[in-house]
């Protein structure tokens, strides 16, 4: 089993920036892949970004590429993303997720079902 508790959204005017962390508890936190999804109103959750047990492969969606970051401490059990140039498109929930279910230090997991837990979601507003 894995806890995962995301923080650090809230109101931002576009153009800026939020950092948002998930804290994971449970189970060897190393051994699984990361991964960021949103969700915004009347939406469907999108993938965002995700992270390899190292942090040495990411990926990131085409509407985030260049503006967000996605890392991790491995000895901290955080994964953060850092979400720099804000619009007010990138408005939503954003949750945190783990993928147990596949297994390999190069594994980089950009669906939903690949992934076996999720946080709660930290909800991020960007006005314009």
């Known amino acids: 089993q894995v806890q995962l508790v995301e923080s650090g959204g809230g109101l931002v005017q576009a153009g800026g920036s939020l950092r948002l962390s998930c804290a994971a508890s449970g189970r060897t936190f190393s051994r699984y892949a990361m991964g960021w999804f949103r969700q915004a109103p009347g939406n469907e959750r999108e993938f965002v970004a995700t992270?390899?047990?190292?942090?040495?492969?990411?990926r990131y969606a085409d509407s985030v590429q260049g503006r967000f970051t996605i890392s991790r401490d491995n000895y901290k059990n955080t994964v953060y993303l850092q979400m720099n140039s804000l619009k007010p498109e990138d408005t939503a929930v954003y949750f945190c997720?783990?993928?147990?279910?596949?297994?390999?230090?190069?594994?980089?997991?950009?669906?939903?079902?690949?992934?076996?837990?999720w946080g709660q979601g930290t909800q991020v507003t960007v006005s314009s």
């Open positions: 997720a783990a993928s147990l279910r596949l297994i390999g230090p190069v594994v980089v997991p950009t669906t939903l079902a690949e992934y076996d837990y």
């Open positions: 992270i390899s047990w190292t942090g040495g492969y990411t």
